[in-house]
């Protein structure tokens, strides 16, 4: 398999500790990669090193062939734990804003006059599981479900490389955690990177890389994980 992404010793300095310490992780093409740990234990600051937001302070980021600038934030697409929703919008528009790398600004400034690309916002929506009548409603008239929904529309219409998710389950309702977590790992082709706080989840998942303390403690394909190698990683 092809690497997507390659973490190289990468540390980022905390206050106190490291955020993270050295880190080596290759993400390969087309893996659907759990990310595990407790609270504090670095997921959220490798997953801002991965999309790019947060710069190292040692070590480095590969991307094939070297992708810099605005190729590199077209090919990786986030979906954090607030979502980044624009409430005063409405639902088409904001799932177009996961076309806004492949357009010009022209593009991107008619997107907050008109209705565009409606076709392929609907096949977004209806991919996401949300009924394309809700298009022309306002973001701020959602639910939360439904706006969990709209972001994952939001990454649909970007067509990513690497899809990143940051605790996306953490604020669902029980019910819909199963629903959500199938969607972010199957309506796409790209490479998944999505941390939990649900162990229960991994076999879900090809592989299980587990954080503490900032490094890397896990490594491994689900059906080779212990009950007791879990415990290790969550113990105080």
């Known amino acids: 398999m092809s690497a997507v992404l390659a973490l190289d010793q990468v540390s980022v300095v905390g206050r106190d500790l490291p955020r993270l310490d050295a880190v080596s992780l290759v993400l390969h093409q087309g893996e659907r990669v759990a990310l595990l740990g407790p609270s504090g234990a670095g997921k959220s600051t490798l997953i801002a090193?991965?999309?790019?937001?947060?710069?190292?302070d040692r070590?480095?980021?590969?991307?094939?062939?070297?992708?810099?600038?605005r190729r590199q934030r077209r090919a990786i697409g986030t979906l954090w734990q607030d979502l980044r929703l624009v409430e005063e919008l409405s639902v088409?528009?904001?799932?177009?804003?996961?076309?806004?790398?492949?357009?010009?600004?022209?593009?991107a400034?008619?997107?907050?006059?008109?209705?565009?690309?409606?076709?392929?916002?609907?096949?977004?929506?209806?991919?996401?599981?949300?009924?394309?009548?809700l298009l022309e409603q306002p973001v701020s008239r959602l639910s939360g479900g439904q706006r969990q929904r709209v972001a994952i529309a939001r990454l649909l219409r970007q067509e990513p490389e690497l899809l990143l998710?940051?605790?996306p389950l953490?604020?669902?309702?029980?019910?819909?955690?199963?629903?959500?977590?199938?969607?972010?790992?199957?309506?796409?082709?790209?490479?998944?990177?999505?941390s939990l706080h649900r162990p229960d989840l991994v076999d879900r998942f090809d592989?299980?890389?587990g954080l503490r303390a900032g490094s890397v403690c896990?490594?491994?394909?689900?059906?080779e994980l212990s009950p007791e190698q879990l415990e290790r990683l969550y113990r105080p």
């Open 92 to 107: 088409q528009q904001n799932v177009n804003a996961g076309a806004l790398g492949r357009r010009s600004l022209g593009w």
């Open 109 to 133: 400034l008619l997107n907050l006059l008109l209705p565009l690309d409606t076709p392929a916002c609907r096949r977004c929506l209806e991919a996401a599981g949300l009924d394309p009548g």
């Open 218 to 223: 896990l490594d491994a394909v689900p059906a």
């Open 170 to 194: 953490a604020s669902l309702d029980p019910a819909l955690v199963d629903d959500i977590l199938q969607r972010l790992l199957h309506q796409s082709a790209a490479t998944v990177l999505i």
């Open 59 to 69: 070590g480095q980021v590969v991307w094939p062939q070297q992708r810099q600038g």
């Open 207 to 209: 592989r299980v890389v």
């Open 165 to 167: 998710a940051d605790e």
């Open 49 to 56: 090193v991965a999309n790019g937001s947060l710069r190292p």
